[in-house]
């Protein structure tokens, strides 16, 4: 992910969009707040299973950030490796400008 992408992850973290943290994730994905979550590629993998796992049964997407992404560092909180976004407005936001850095 580039600097844009990480400013806008900040962006929608000051605006109230964005759950942290693996068990209040969890929780949201289960109730159904929770839309998109990012994972940092740092997590352990019973983590990443844990996350998967419930995202693919509620059916909630997600993407595995790449190890030179820190999404802690984009909210400010470094410790932080599972993000759950809530507002579909910034999501497709979002996915848009991590279609255009694919290209």
């Known amino acids: 992910m580039n600097k844009e992408i990480?400013?806008?992850?900040?962006?929608m973290n000051r605006a109230g969009a964005?759950?942290?943290g693996t068990?209040?994730?969890?929780?949201?994905?289960r109730s159904g707040k929770v839309k998109f979550v990012l994972i940092d590629s740092q997590?352990?993998?019973r983590t990443?299973?844990?996350i998967t796992d419930k995202c693919q049964y509620y059916n909630v997407s997600y993407i595995k950030v790449d190890e030179h992404t820190s999404l802690g560092a984009a909210i400010g909180n470094t410790s932080r490796k599972v993000l759950?976004?809530?507002d579909p407005k910034f999501?497709?936001?979002l996915n848009k400008k991590i279609d255009e850095s694919k290209k």
Request: charged fraction near 15%; proline fraction near 0%; glycine fraction near 10%.
């Open 6 to 11: 990480l400013n806008f992850i900040g962006l």
């Open 84 to 86: 759950g976004l809530t």
């Open 48 to 50: 990443f299973k844990k």
């Open 43 to 45: 997590v352990s993998m």
């Open 18 to 20: 964005i759950i942290t």
């Open 23 to 29: 068990e209040l994730v969890l929780n949201g994905v």
């Open 91 to 93: 999501i497709k936001a």
